[in-house]
């Protein structure tokens, strides 16, 4: 028996040939739905008849079996991707990470490597005749769309709870949409369809509001511990997130890593979710400050701007990154941003500046 194989995404399915020996042309032609086939007939098979793989393989089958299998749910990614970008061609739109996309292409190139990074991107919406921005935030995991995405809608122009009841409303769409179908485009559209009414419900309760809103401000300021800091990914991440939620303070670079953010209370709490979502492990808040006050929180900073501190690092490992950063140094800057308290509640122990 001879059996042409050709292994595709079901993007682009190829007929295959089976050449059927006496004996076996029944079972052969199952698998291509044709229950008549005869012995010896050369039959016609859809490649998306043939499972992924058999109860019968060995390990290293079943292997290949799920790298194809998240090829063919990447190559699905793409496509999902390229329909997205000719429905929200105008800048800012969508937005994705330059490398995305040509990380995935190596991957589909190369199977055999790593997994690239998950598929992350936004898209800007703008809702009712006010045109007030939404942002999907989009996160897709490898097996996508065979498993869920994780999907958020935030918007500026909504309250906490507007904006909880908001993505619950829309975790429960998704999960009621027939699995393994590409939804992301149905997201889209859902959040588009279904976030003028939180938003007026929203700005009714501002209004009313808006006086003790006016009054009172309360800032916080939130003291976060990482094992370390390297990539230049995530630190990037780090700085435009600051950036955008108008956050001061610093991150420090190396090991141990420090991120100090203060200002308004929700703005701190956007970037605490933000920068561990999806998968940061070795990080905590360790401490959190709240300052309420009846004028601007601005008068209540200690950082003017958000700093990048890069101490000089001592030590010497003989391994990449390996380093320890200078605590004495670090314990200056704390105390010239009257925050000496900071170090014993980061590191456990009370510190000291030398006297030289």
Request: a negative charge; aromatic letters at 10%.
């Given at each position: 028996?001879f ?7 079901y993007t682009?399915?190829?007929p ?7 004996g076996w ?5 199952c698998?291509?739905?044709?229950e ?6 050369v039959?016609?098979?859809d490649?998306?008849?043939?499972p992924?793989h ?5 390990a290293?089958?079943e292997g290949?079996a799920m ?10 990614q ?6 997205l ?10 937005s ?5 996309v040509?990380?995935?292409q190596?991957?589909l ?7 690239p990074?998950q598929l992350?991107?936004r898209?800007a919406?703008?809702?009712g005749?006010a045109k007030v921005?939404?942002?999907l935030?989009v996160?897709?995991?490898?097996m ?6 994780q999907?958020f809608?935030?918007?500026d122009a ?16 998704i999960?009621?949409l027939?699995?393994?179908d ?8 859902w959040?588009k369809?279904?976030?003028?009414p ?8 501002s209004?009313c ?8 401000e309360?800032?916080?300021r939130?003291w976060?511990y990482?094992h370390?800091?390297?990539r230049q990914e ?15 303070g ?10 100090c ?6 703005n ?6 933000v920068i ?7 990080i ?9 006050t ?16 890069q ?6 490992y003989?391994l990449?990154?390996?380093y320890?950063?200078?605590l ?6 704390l ?7 900071i170090f ?8 000291k500046?030398?006297?030289n």
């Amino acid at each position: 028996m001879f059996l042409l194989f050709l292994s595709r995404a079901y993007t682009e399915p190829r007929p295959l040939l089976i050449f059927v020996q006496p004996g076996w042309g029944g079972a052969w032609a199952c698998l291509g739905g044709w229950e008549e086939a005869q012995p010896g007939q050369v039959t016609p098979i859809d490649q998306r008849d043939i499972p992924d793989h058999g109860t019968s393989r060995s390990a290293g089958v079943e292997g290949s079996a799920m790298a194809s299998t998240v090829k063919e749910c990447l190559e699905l990614q793409l496509l999902e991707v390229e329909m997205l970008l000719s429905m929200f061609p105008k800048r800012g739109e969508f937005s994705l990470d330059a490398d995305a996309v040509p990380s995935i292409q190596r991957y589909l190139s190369n199977a055999d490597g790593a997994l690239p990074p998950q598929l992350e991107y936004r898209i800007a919406l703008h809702v009712g005749e006010a045109k007030v921005k939404v942002e999907l935030q989009v996160l897709l995991p490898h097996m996508y769309p065979q498993v869920a995405p994780q999907l958020f809608a935030r918007s500026d122009a909504l309250h906490r709870q507007q904006q909880l009841q908001l993505n619950t409303r829309l975790t429960s769409h998704i999960s009621s949409l027939d699995p393994g179908d590409l939804c992301v485009c149905e997201a889209v559209q859902w959040v588009k369809d279904n976030s003028l009414p939180f938003l007026e419900t929203c700005q009714a309760s501002s209004e009313c509001a808006a006086e003790a809103v006016r009054a009172k401000e309360k800032l916080r300021r939130m003291w976060i511990y990482s094992h370390h800091i390297y990539r230049q990914e995530l630190r990037k991440k780090i700085f435009d997130c600051a950036k955008k939620l108008n956050l001061t303070g610093f991150c420090l670079t190396g090991k141990p890593g420090v991120i100090c953010v203060e200002g308004l209370q929700e703005n701190c709490e956007e970037f605490w979710r933000v920068i561990r979502y999806p998968n940061w492990k070795h990080i905590s808040c360790k401490h959190v400050e709240n300052i309420e006050t009846e004028g601007s929180v601005d008068n209540l900073r200690l950082f003017h701007s958000f700093e990048d501190l890069q101490f000089q690092a001592h030590g010497d490992y003989g391994l990449r990154n390996d380093y320890h950063m200078d605590l004495g140094q670090f314990l200056e800057f704390l105390k010239q941003h009257q925050s000496g308290h900071i170090f014993q509640i980061l590191f456990g122990v009370e510190g000291k500046l030398s006297d030289n």
